[in-house]
């Protein structure tokens, strides 16, 4: 075996000098030795621990890419994680360092209690193994601190089992302890005459573990610590093993002997594989790269067994028993080619020199470039850049060319007129042979290869792309790893680790280039080594146009496309009985582009054969009669009659002879009123007249019976037939049509509604049902299409939508109480139904908050909103249930948000019913576990969440059997449906005698005074003397400010402790005395209409436009220091609107505020909370929230509120 230095470096130190490392510390200069050195997996970087530095170094070429600072003392050892990330090193400074490898900088460090003897990284995962003189420690990525584990004796080796669960740990004792990953030991080999002990697991997934000590033994033993085979004498002291090939067949053994030699896995020596003037400490492989080993005893020659090239069995045919030391072995047909540094022998099979030359310089590669046999050509490339061919029966070499460069590849075009090198610096130059001139060069290539097929073609291998170049052309590529060895048609044989690999390419790009420029016969040739359909399709449609007829007929029979090819075949013809000739083609005559007319038609470019005729026929003002038949077969009866007016003729049979084959052709498609027209047009029948009825209905009859709706309904509108025209949309859905009619026609329209409605249920669009049964008067109907929807869409836990479904079932039922035959009975029944679905309307709406709350994993509102709602929802469920929703959620939301806003009496009692209800297991642990730490708080409610009415100023418990209305006064509570807080209004009723439109005109006039300037003078005594001035405040003064406010002195005298519910009763003078803007009317004729009152005149109140229900507060009411999320909740739903621009339950959109509002709603707040507004995180919330949802920019709020100020 013969072996190759490729670099070598010597690490210097300080005197320059490579020498034997002098531990004293009193030498100031002295040199390094290399302790150990790894590869990084990849193979494309060397680590080196020498002295006290890390060195880096290129695999390659050994060029240093960084020396790493960091150990303070020397380097033992290094290892390289199995995934490249990073690497650590061990020194005698007891610490171990982590470095990355993509930056080349420390991650960290940790230290050991003694010096660092040995690394090793897990093959499988980043857990790195290191051991100190006393101890060991497993390191990982996730973990802060090393754990260290005791040992007996100084380790001086590790090794990971390949599936990274064991590692064995060499003792200087001769003990060898295997150790799992907890760090416990599961076998102990003892080799107690043994001492410094170096042990290797094989790496091919085997439990065979490698062993040499310094008694110059070699021993391998079992995972169970059972020895296979006997001890084998190495003669020397062994200072590294490592497994070696790509199966690990053999190991690489350093030692005292100066040398680095194989063996096999049986102990044998091989061979040496490099010697060195002083000890040798370490030896590693590199992995991804080949190492052959070839014994020189004997060479095999082996034939196929049988002529099949797909065979792939092998038979010795001769055997040459001699030693042979070559650089190069290559078979020939006859021969053996040996290559020897610059000397090149041909010997035969029977082992006799023929032939020998001497080149100049030592060979770096040589091809076979084929021959007759015994006349073969070798290419060879020089180190001094020479190009040599030799020719087997030619005693001298042909020089060839010369680069500046070694050469690293070389290779000959098929027709020997073309040269491609590669020289050391990866740089492809192509030469002309002929002209001795360079043609082009490439950057970063390391194979290359002419095709054997096609002289054009060259195939070349850089940074993991395959290239293909064609010519002078752009090459294209493709992702391919490995060198190639052949190009032969559309296959290329790489080699990548040890295997070739056959790989198709596609040439359809290189054929595209030929084809761009015209070179038909050449892309034909190259096409024949495999194309697509599509491919060959583009091929012979060129060559047709190209009158290229022999490619064309040789592209369509590969696509067997029959009537193309007699297509040719006439095309063939008709070249023989010289209707073209290549004049005529160079000149591009009226023949020419006759032929080239009808090769688009067939084609189907029938835009391009139009131009063809035309240009064709640019001497005749005829008719061109190929472009009216060809629109007549292609069934375009328009463009022909455009084309006979192009030509200014008039010719009435030619127009009449176009017809009648338009009406042919329509007869044949069953389109018989098309086809009675055209007849029509071409006087072959006579015209209907209006009062035809009979004819008229006879064909609207026929007509509907072959599905012509359109034409049917338009006899039926020629005599007034309304009924039966609808009757034909109805049934063809030409709804469009049909209202259009109804419109103009509105007796018809439950006829047409009707059925449109059905329609529209059967293809599942229900809302658009339920309209159109209330436009055919079906009010039943249509209530029970929306029930149907609500109820799905409860189910299908869409509560929102649910809600929004079931307030529309209470408009359809509030507007059907408008109905005058409606009796008493029904009256009070659409009543109910309307009371029952706003109720649930109500509840959705609310559940809907409720159900996101416990499904989504942020919450949208804030907990006294959860907390309002869920009271709201159990005030209401505890007078009946509604379908799908669930009590245990709302007791549980209220629960959860009233204990984080302390009502802790409340929570405890809602827990208790929790308790007693059945619960999903994660609720029902958590329910029980709240309940435990709730009793160790107190058992009161916090007086801030606590419920006051606005009426009796009576303070409600926060759970009420009543319900949402007062305890005391029975006055409902209504809330806003933003953060359901209760609204600051109270119920009134006018005098029984007075109508709606009596209390409104009352309630717009200015409010009257009860106070003048003589009362003010009788209560208010201002008494003066020369001494004093005294001012009397009469006793009155009190009655005096009810006076004031008359409403109050009704509310204050009102029934307050009655067992029924009755509002406040106002008569004419205590409603001219109030203001209309604090009175808000919700009228739902025919219902009776409700008033309110506010009792905070500050805050002030809307009122939805669509339902007239929902009462919301404007942003500038809530504006106090307690309720500064309640105003941003505000500025959000309310002022600035939606995602949607929608409000509640009925989807209603409403208008953003204008910048005059927002203004006003600024200058409010500053009024109301001036230390609130001016805090400058305040303002910036007020203005990002704008800012979200409204037109104007942030400058511009921000000059509002600035303004404001």
Known sequence: MDTAQVWSFKVKGKDGVANWYNCS???????????????????????????????????????????????????YCVAYAHDSSIFASGSSDKYVIIWKSSTLEGLLKYVHNESIQCLEFNPVTVLLASTGSTDFGFWTMDQKSVVKTKILARPTCCSWKSDGQLLAIGLYNGVISIRNKETEEVVKIERTDNHNLIVHFKNDHGEILAVVDWNQKLSFYQLCGRQTGKDYILGYDPCNITWFGNKYESLAICGSNKMCQLYNNEGVRLACINKQQSWIWCCCTRNGYNQIIQLSEKILIYESSSDDMKDMHYRICAKLLQQIHCHYLLIITNHLIICQNNCLSCINFKGIKEREWIVDSPVNCIRVIGGLPNKEGLLLGLKDGQVVQIILDNTFPIYLTKVMNEVYSVDISRNRDKLAIVDSNKTMSVYSLEKQESLFQEPNVFSISWSTTNNELLAYTGNDLLFIKNGQFPSHRQYNKGQILNFTG??????????????????????????????????????????????????????????????????????????????????????????????????????????????????????????????????????????????????????????????????INEHKLLLSKNADWAKSTNEHRTAAKMYIDADISRRLDKSDHEYLERCARSLTRLGEYAFAADCYAKYGDIENQLNLYIESYNWEEAFSLVEKHHDYTRKVYLPYANWLAENDKFEEAQTAFIKAGLQNEAISVLEQLATCAAKESRFDDAGFYYWKLSVLCLNMLNNETITKTGYQELLDRYDSFQRKADVYYVYNNIHHFLHEPFASHMSETYFNMARYLIHILQFGDIPEVSKAAVLYTLAKHGRALGAYKLTKQIYDRLQTLHLPSKMRDEVDLSSITLNSGPMIDSEEISTMCYRCSATNPLLNSLGNRCINCKEPFLYSFINLEQLPI???????????????????????????????????????????????????????????????????????????????????????????????????????????????????????????????????????????????????????????????????????????????CINEHINYGLSLAKSPEYEEIIIKNMCKHHAADKHKLGNICLHTH
Not at 38 to 53: E, F, K, M, R, T
Not at 558 to 583: A, C, H, P, V, Y
Not at 1107 to 1128: A, E, G, H, S, Y
């Open 25 to 75: 510390r009193n030498i100031t200069q002295f040199s390094c030795s290399i302790w150990d050195l790894c590869y990084s997996p990849d193979g494309s970087q060397l680590i080196v621990a020498s002295g006290n530095l890390v060195w880096v170094y290129r695999a390659d070429n050994g060029s240093l890419i960084k020396n790493l600072k960091g150990h303070k003392d020397t380097v």
């Open 490 to 651: 559309s296959i290329i044989y790489c080699l990548h680790e040890n295997i070739i690999n056959h790989i198709e390419i596609s040439l359809s790009p290189a054929v595209y280039h030929y084809l761009g420029t015209g070179q038909l016969n050449e892309a034909y040739q190259l096409a024949c080594f495999g194309l697509t359909d599509q491919d060959w399709k583009v091929i012979g449609r060129m060559a047709l146009n190209k009158l290229n007829l022999k490619v064309a007929k040789c592209a369509y029979i590969q696509l067997e496309d029959i009537l193309m090819l007699t297509f040719i075949q006439q095309l063939e013809e008709r070249s023989k009985r010289g209707e073209w000739n290549n004049k005529e083609l160079i000149n591009n005559s009226s023949n020419i582009s006759m032929i080239l007319g009808d090769i688009s038609a067939y084609l189907g470019n029938f835009n391009e054969a139009v131009m063809y005729y035309t240009k064709a026929n640019s001497n005749s003002n005829k008719i061109n009669h190929k472009i009216i038949d060809m629109y007549t077969d292609l069934r375009r009866f328009n463009e022909a009659h455009e084309m006979i007016k192009s030509n200014n003729n008039d010719d």
């Open 986 to 1160: 109270v119920e009134f009723i006018p005098e029984d005698n007075l109508s709606y439109e009596e209390v409104k005109n009352y309630l717009q006039k200015e409010p009257s005074s009860y106070r003048n300037s003589k009362d003010e003078d009788i209560n208010n005594v201002e008494l003066n003397n020369d001494f004093s001035q005294t001012l009397k405040i009469s006793h009155k003064q009190e009655n005096g400010l009810l006076d004031q406010d008359p409403f109050m002195a009704k509310l204050l005298n009102s029934d307050l402790i009655s067992e029924s519910y009755s509002p406040v009763q106002l008569d004419i003078a205590t409603l001219k005395a109030m203001s209309f803007n604090e009175v808000i009317i919700v009228n739902n004729p025919p219902l009776k209409p409700r008033y309110y009152k506010s009792v905070l005149p500050d805050v002030s109140i809307t009122q939805c436009t669509a339902t007239k229900q929902n009462l919301l507060p404007i942003i500038t009411c809530m504006i106090t220091p307690q309720l500064k999320d309640t105003f941003m909740l505000g500025i959000n739903e309310v002022t600035l609107g939606n995602e949607e621009n929608k409000l509640g339950f009925c989807h209603h959109k409403h208008t953003m505020l204008s910048d005059s509002e927002i203004s006003s």
